[in-house]
T-cell receptor, first 115, second 115 residues
Framework: AQTVTQSQPEMSVQEAETVTLSCTYD???????LFWYKQPPSRQMILVIR??????QNATENRFSVNFQKAAKSFSLKISDSQLGDAAMYFC????????????FGTGTLLAVQP | DTGVSQDPRHKITKRGQNVTFRCDPI?????LYWYRQTLGQGPEFLTY????????KSRLLSDRFSAERPKGSFSTLEIQRTEQGDSAMYLC?????????????FGPGTRLTVT
């Protein structure tokens, strides 16, 4: 069965600095999708960035980028120029696509941004 | 706002009572998911609908749980004879049926407290 592991329960970063959140996963599939979701306090979960496993190029969305290491099964999220609004729980998620495309989530990393 | 909506946002019930939650997906999305999120954990997949057909159910979904999506529009999740272990956030998500757009859009969730 596929699993997703986030080994950092909490992280803290100074405003305007850069922080990297770690994620590893386990799968025997060769084709799959990886996601980072952000869940602000008392607000709904939103997609931050996604990566298709068949793409070698790391995904980038403005201040957010990933370091996707397929052989190592690692998928880290880098947030540059951190802003107060980045404070949230961040979840790494995996999907093998397939008929349902259901998501398998890690346990999350709570990111605090210090002014 | 045409995002995913869920009702109620909060529900407190006594053990043994039945509860029903509603999810209204984004109107053109024919895929609908239910997840359960307990404190300190990532969301866990419960069930999946494509249009009105329930195509997958997790083993987490005991026989006290039932979900429907009549006419492929809104969905309901019912829990019968609630137990304290059912206390959690129940999240609904929807996505289009396009293989090119597999992002899941989440609702705000229904927080269930069983006393």
């Amino acid at each position: 069965a596929q699993t997703v592991t986030q080994s950092q329960p909490e992280m803290s970063v100074q405003e305007a600095e850069t922080v990297t959140l770690s994620c590893t996963y386990d799968t025997s599939e060769s084709d799959y999708y990886l996601f980072w979701y952000k869940q602000p306090p008392s607000r709904q979960m939103i997609l931050v960035i996604r990566q298709e496993a068949y793409k070698q190029q790391n995904a980038t969305e403005n201040r957010f980028s990933v370091n996707f290491q397929k052989a190592a099964k690692s998928f880290s999220l880098k947030i540059s120029d951190s802003q107060l609004g980045d404070a949230a729980m961040y979840f790494c998620a995996y999907s093998n696509g397939g008929a349902t495309n259901k998501l398998i989530f890690g346990t999350g990393t709570l990111l605090a941004v210090q002014p | 706002d045409t995002g995913v909506s869920q009702d109620p946002r909060h529900k407190i019930t006594k053990r043994g009572q039945n509860v029903t939650f509603r999810c209204d997906p984004i109107s053109e999305h024919n895929r609908l998911y239910w997840y359960r999120q307990t404190l300190g954990q990532g969301p866990e997949f419960l069930t999946y609908f494509q249009n009105e057909a329930q195509l997958e159910k997790s083993r987490l979904l005991s026989d006290r749980f039932s979900a429907e999506r009549p006419k492929g529009s809104f969905s309901t999740l019912e829990i019968q004879r609630t137990e304290q272990g059912d206390s959690a956030m129940y999240l609904c998500a929807s996505s289009p049926n396009s293989p090119l757009d597999y992002e899941q859009y989440f609702g705000p969730g229904t927080r269930l407290t069983v006393t």
